[in-house]
């Protein structure tokens, strides 16, 4: 046995798949593919299969990752890439296939791309909008949490978590970049950051776009 680390991106339609759906995607594709994957051991054996922390819906990413551990040695990383990238679905492409490098529970950000293109036709308005929301000392939001067992509310200051942001411009739109936590035990949904910086500007765009570029692991060593 051997495990494989399955880079994809997830993009167009294909952002309105959900973690679940997305899981069932694979898992078809595997067995149309054939591929020799292992399956766990016990009353109910289950294919392994181990993703990246879920994408918000609507989110799109060039940087998603699956591991999945073959029963089979013998076949090359590039014959799992070729054959599972012949059955998968338009807009999920698979981009590389190799022996993982860190572990998945290491991953500690994702850096990404938020473009908004205003409903007033100025992007520069906007990007400046976008600027002085984030100088303000405080950016206070409401994020789902739980409480032992129970879901609450919590409130958490966005300021603390918001790394490396740069704002400007592109064509139409006002981009944002941004380095947010993503780890197993704490993370920002970019939706949650994005909705903040609207209702501080009160812009209701035209259009969005949000993408994850990359995932991090400690000291901003890039997810491989």
Same mark, same amino acid.
């Given at each position: 046995m051997?495990?494989?680390?399955i880079?994809?991106?997830?993009t167009?339609?294909?952002?309105?798949?959900s973690?679940?759906?997305?899981?069932?995607?694979?898992?078809?594709?595997?067995?149309?593919?054939?591929?020799p994957?292992w399956?766990?051991e016990?009353?109910?054996?289950r294919p392994?299969m181990?993703?990246?922390?879920?994408l918000?819906?609507?989110?799109?990413?060039?940087?998603?990752?699956?591991?999945?551990?073959?029963?089979?040695?013998s076949?090359?990383?590039?014959?799992v890439?070729?054959?599972?990238?012949?059955?998968?679905?338009?807009?999920?492409r698979?981009?590389?296939?190799?022996?993982?490098?860190?572990?998945?529970?290491q991953?500690e950000?994702s850096?990404?791309?938020?473009?908004?293109?205003?409903?007033n036709?100025?992007?520069?308005?906007?990007?400046?909008?976008?600027? @002085?929301v984030s %100088? @303000?000392e405080?950016?206070? !939001?409401?994020?789902?949490?739980?409480?032992?067992?129970r879901?609450v509310?919590?409130?958490?200051?966005?300021?603390?978590?918001?790394?490396d942001?740069?704002i400007?411009? %592109?064509?139409?739109?006002a !981009?944002?970049?941004v380095t947010?936590?993503?780890?197993? @035990?704490?993370?920002?949904?970019?939706?949650?950051?994005l909705?903040?910086?609207l209702?501080?500007?009160?812009?209701?765009?035209?259009?969005?776009?949000?993408?994850?570029e990359?995932?991090?692991?400690?000291?901003?060593?890039?997810?491989?």
């Open positions: 051997r495990d494989v680390r880079r994809f991106s997830k167009g339609k294909a952002k309105y798949i973690h679940l759906d997305l899981t069932r995607c694979f898992a078809r594709a595997i067995f149309r593919a054939k591929i994957l399956f766990t016990g009353f109910n054996p392994y181990n993703f990246t922390s879920p918000t819906l609507g989110a799109e990413s060039r940087a998603e990752a699956l591991d999945i551990r073959l029963e089979d040695e076949m090359t990383d590039e014959e890439a070729a054959r599972l990238g012949a059955v998968m679905p338009p807009d999920i698979i981009l590389s296939a190799a022996p993982p490098v860190y572990k998945m529970n991953i950000e850096r990404y791309r938020v473009e908004v293109e205003p409903s036709g100025d992007p520069d308005a906007l990007a400046e909008a976008f600027r @002085q %100088e @303000q405080h950016l206070i !939001v409401e994020k789902s949490g739980k409480r032992g067992k879901k509310m919590k409130q958490i200051d966005l300021k603390e978590y918001i790394k942001l740069s400007g411009t %592109e064509g139409e739109r !981009v944002m970049e947010l936590p993503s780890s197993s @035990q704490f993370g920002v949904n970019p939706r949650l950051f909705d903040k910086f209702s501080e500007t009160g812009e209701e765009p035209v259009r969005i776009r949000m993408m994850r990359a995932m991090y692991i400690a000291d901003g060593i890039l997810f491989e």
